[in-house]
């Protein structure tokens, strides 16, 4: 990436190998390294070193405080700031930052959700330096603080985060890659896994935003509706960027560069107001940190141009809704494995870590569309442009061939010799990525030489979901590395493609290259016995199941009790913002909207009184019949706001939801009846055309 701009110092912002080399002894920096790329323990004699090094770094960057930066279950990201001075004396201060307090932090963390792991006695959770994602400092507009990326456990060691599994499963990823390269005779190395993640996002004027409740206080619009010039035209998507936006993004860049966070390509989406940021891909663990950033970045820029940033997964009924692509793959030694490759041994790997993938998504559809699941992203799945609940993957025509013909090698009666590919032997026809992308309906779409997970929301954290791909990636790993190491030596190529074979025969019904919004699909794979799990908790129940709390604890990624205690979290998460949505429309509902209809009947019905006083006899009739619409609009808000109130009483999710649907419709129904100067929230025509 040309970032070469003069005034633009990429990385600066980042305690990296460059700023290591100038404060560090070069066995501290080698030692340092070893850890970071390795994955080696950190040597606990440098830390101090180390802390002091990026003390003096910081401070003469202008940072005054310092932070263990972590990801809890929420979803966001959590600090505690704490200042480098100490008191020593009256008026007198140094400053102080030891490597305990760079190893280790203690923050008061009986306010983030465990799921019941933390009992009140011993309420305290402990954050802890996860070295192989370098510090950072994080600038504000009146000072600037040292971020030290870190993970956040239970005294009893249970993970509290997001972050503690990732790197679990990044290491189960390891094991089974190195078990699998092995069969290769690549005995040597170990496997980084890869992650670049396109984020998808709304701007919208802050103006507007004030004047909705819903947005401030649920990120989307509750009510509003759709504009007669809406998606239709279609010439937003990759449409020249306006002014205002592209300064927007600019500064995101600028200020995205500085933190050493390639973000590379930015364009217009498909809905007007819509936009998507894609930085070039990373190591895994890096590039969460850096996704979680971005997002920061964004929300924080837009201010700074008086918008606002929505990361919302459907801020607009009937308008595109957000996701984020998760592009993934897996590299050993620094080859792509997922990349066809140049020759016969190549291809095979290829082959091989392919039908891992295909069988892992196959058995654990279920546990990944799990893993996307919430609240905001229920409103997106299975609507508009989107991808639907169904998890399937897509191969493109070429390499469905390719794959056909390995499949059929294994069954005897196809007759077609001829046309078997021979691992081992062949070179595969060239895969052409342009081709393998045209189809946007998949949700797990193989794009060249990486699969790109378009089910995950926009406002989700990426680590969720890649802990799960990891884990069933390496599962299938490891099942597919035990069979091939009974190979004898002379029959290994034979071998491999009877396994490969009968991986591809097993799994295929999770591949399909139609049209994957299409209610034909629906049927298609419901007849292939896939599933459909189209709402939260739906999808979240999966994780309880037996094979799926084996799954995880054999793979060494949680314990039973950890899946249990986030599956716990993920459901009170879902059931609060449902009730909170649910208490805003209401509230919008009573105080904003019922009040501006009365308003409204009462100036039809004092029109009519005095027209009809002086004698007027024209367009009575009609002024009657729009206050009879509206007066019946009324009343179904009212009912509507009645069954939602009583649902929110009950707590009962289904109820709130399905008396939110009912209470839209009515609202939406008067908004295009109702005089425009008297509606009290700015229209969805207002807000999704910025200027
Ligand atoms: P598109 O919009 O067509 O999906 P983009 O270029 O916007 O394509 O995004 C593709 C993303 O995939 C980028 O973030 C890119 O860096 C990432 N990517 C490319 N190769 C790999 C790989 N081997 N592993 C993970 N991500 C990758
Ligand atoms: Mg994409």
Redesign the pocket.
């Known amino acids: 990436m040309d970032v070469s701009a003069p005034e633009i110092a990429y990385g600066s912002d980042v305690f990296n190998e460059k700023a290591m080399r100038e404060h560090l002894a070069k066995d501290t920096v080698e030692a340092l390294l070893h850890t970071m790329n390795d994955r080696a323990p950190l040597d606990p004699s440098v830390a101090n070193e180390v802390a002091h090094a990026m003390k003096q770094w910081a401070m003469a960057r202008g940072a005054t405080h310092f932070t263990h930066w972590f990801q809890p279950l929420t979803g966001s990201t959590a600090e505690k700031h704490d200042a480098f001075f100490e008191p020593t004396g009256v008026a007198e201060t140094i400053a102080r930052f030891s490597g305990k307090n760079l190893i280790m932090g203690e923050p008061d963390a009986s306010s983030f959700p465990s799921g019941g792991l933390r009992c009140t006695f011993e309420a305290r959770g402990y954050t802890a330096w996860d070295v192989t994602s370098p510090a950072f400092i994080k600038r504000h507009s009146n000072g600037a603080t040292l971020c030290i990326p870190t993970v956040f456990c239970s005294y009893t060691g249970e993970v509290l985060d997001k972050k503690t599994p990732l790197l679990r499963s990044m290491q189960a990823m390891d094991r089974a890659t190195r078990r699998l390269m092995a069969c290769f005779g690549e005995t040597e190395g170990h496997a980084v896994i890869?992650?670049?993640?396109?984020q998808e996002y709304f701007l919208v004027d802050k103006q507007h935003w004030l004047k909705r409740p819903d947005l401030m206080q649920c990120g989307r619009t509750l009510f509003g509706a759709p504009p007669a010039r809406n998606q239709q035209l279609e010439d937003h998507y990759f449409g020249s960027i306006k002014p205002r936006v592209l300064a927007f993004m600019e500064d995101v860049e600028r200020e995205l560069w500085i933190l050493g966070i390639p973000a590379?390509?930015r364009h217009n989406e498909t809905a007007p107001a819509q936009f998507?940021l894609?930085?070039?891909?990373e190591e895994l663990n890096l590039a969460v940190d850096h996704n979680m950033l971005i997002m920061e970045t964004m929300r924080n820029i837009a201010d700074r141009h008086g918008l606002v940033c929505l990361l919302h997964e459907k801020p607009f009924a009937g308008v595109n809704g957000s996701g984020k692509?998760n592009?993934?793959?897996v590299?050993f030694n620094g080859r792509?494995l997922?990349?066809p490759g140049k020759n016969p041994q190549q291809n095979a790997i290829f082959l091989a870590t392919l039908a891992s993938v295909i069988r892992a998504v196959d058995l654990h559809a279920d546990i990944l569309r799990a893993a996307t699941a919430s609240l905001g992203n229920d409103c997106r799945l299975g609507a508009l442009e989107a991808p639907p609940s169904i998890i399937s993957i897509f191969l493109g025509d070429d390499l469905s061939e390719v794959i056909a013909r390995i499949e059929k090698g294994k069954s005897a009666d196809e007759g077609k010799k001829s046309a078997k590919l021979r691992i081992g032997v062949d070179t595969l026809p060239p895969i052409p990525r342009d081709t393998t992308?045209r189809n946007r309906t998949s949700p797990f779409a193989f794009?060249g030489?990486?699969f790109?997970f378009r089910a995950p929301g926009a406002s989700q954290n990426c680590s969720t979901v890649c802990m799960v791909l990891n884990t069933i990636v390496a599962e299938s790993m490891e099942v597919l590395a035990e069979a091939i190491e009974k190979l004898p030596a002379d029959r290994f190529h034979e071998g491999l493609e009877k396994i490969i074979g009968a991986v591809i025969h097993d799994h295929k019904r999770v591949i399909f290259n139609g049209d994957g919004y299409s209610t034909a699909w629906v049927e298609e794979a419901a007849k292939r016995g896939l599933p459909n799990l189209r709402t939260t908790p739906e999808a979240l129940a999966v994780q309880l199941e037996p094979q799926n709390l084996a799954l995880f604890e054999k793979m060494g990624v949680l314990m039973p009790t950890e899946v249990q205690s986030r599956h716990d979290v993920f459901v009170d998460e879902y059931h609060r913002r449902l009730c909170l949505e649910g208490k805003v429309a209401l509230e919008m509902a009573r105080t904003l909207i019922e009040p501006c209809v009365i308003t409204e009947l009462k100036t039809l019905a004092t029109t009519l009184q005095k027209s009809a006083a002086i004698g007027l006899t024209a367009g009575l009739s009609s002024i009657r019949d729009t206050a009879e619409q509206l007066g019946q609009g009324l009343d179904t808000i009212h009912v509507g706001c009645e069954t939602l109130a009583k649902a929110l009483a009950e707590e009962n999710d289904k109820d709130v939801l399905a008396a939110m649907v009912e209470l839209r419709k009515a609202v939406d129904a008067v908004e295009v009846l109702a005089d425009e100067a008297r509606w009290p929230l700015p229209k969805y025509r207002d807000i999704l055309f910025v200027h």
């Open positions: 890869t992650l670049g993640a396109e590379k390509t998507e894609a930085p070039m891909f692509h592009n993934w793959s590299a792509n997922l990349d992308d794009t030489n990486k790109e």
